[in-house]
């Protein structure tokens, strides 16, 4: 049976829904705000998160207020398939993939409603058993680069494992000092982003430095050029994708099949792609991580929930949102994180 197959004919009945807003700083130097999506019905509510990047969009929704028709008696599938007749963006959006981002903020609130309307958990309406999950901590490296920010985090946590973003200061002294850590489990060249604050230019130098420094790293998101192809074609066996991935279709147009790829529930913008990829992944052999998006409220919890649930062994960048800080506090969870699926619902209780 196919994974969307055992959810899509959960009742559920919404009354209302509220919008709830997040804000923190964060260790990128930027104010963080996500907007949390409650819908309520029969006594319960269900949560999902909207983790669009730009403050703006989130101004507008909570400015906007709950407009939305969302009341109503539905099946799990009914209510994704009138969300998608909605516009729901008061405003356009910054950035088209925020667009995918808000559809799973409301459906997973809705597959959180259903569940707990229905006195069920997630896993268990599944089938699937929750695993102890294997995270890594995602961090960029300061400007300019120094293994101070790493270190502020493996220094009380000599356990932590690192997904690290190379940038084009980091000089051959910051890389030894790196892989004398024995730390890193992945480097993202974040090769593939266009406008934002993290793009990186193609450097087939520090491609070749990178990949061979970190011998037993995975290598997410290069950009493969006449010039830094060459380079990484030895490495082939050890490049994942991330940014392009938010479809089957985009695994399929992959320019070689992947041992690996990144599946971030909110890229993938709904409940049935999401699980669809899950289930195409399983059948091709084709290994999953999980990723965030610097997410504040229940979200960072569902899409550790979805992590333990298909891809647990895997280097998951999913740790608690409380290693962002700078210093993080102590008492964190470490790797791996026993199994906290709520009692109902899709929630984690960690």
Known sequence: MATWDRIKDLPLTIEEYALERLQRDVSTGFLRVTTVIRLQGGGHDGVGEDVSYEAEDQDALQAAGPVLPLAGTWTL????DHLATLDLWPEPPRHEASRLYRVWAYESAALDLALRQAGRALHEVLGREPRPLTFVMSLRLGQPSTIAPLRARLDPYPTLRFKLDPTADWDDALIAELVATGAVDSVDLKGLYEGSVVDNAADPDLYRRVAEAFPDAWIEDPKLTPE???????????????APIHSVADIDALPFPPRMVNVKPSRLGGLRPLLHCYDTCDERGIGMYGGGQFELGPGRGQIQYLASLFHPDTPNDVAPGAYDEDPPPAGLPTSPIPPAPSAVGFRWDG
């Open 77 to 80: 599938e009914s209510f994704c």
């Open 228 to 242: 830094t192809d060459p380079v990484l074609a030895p490495y082939r066996d050890r490049i994942t994708w991330d």
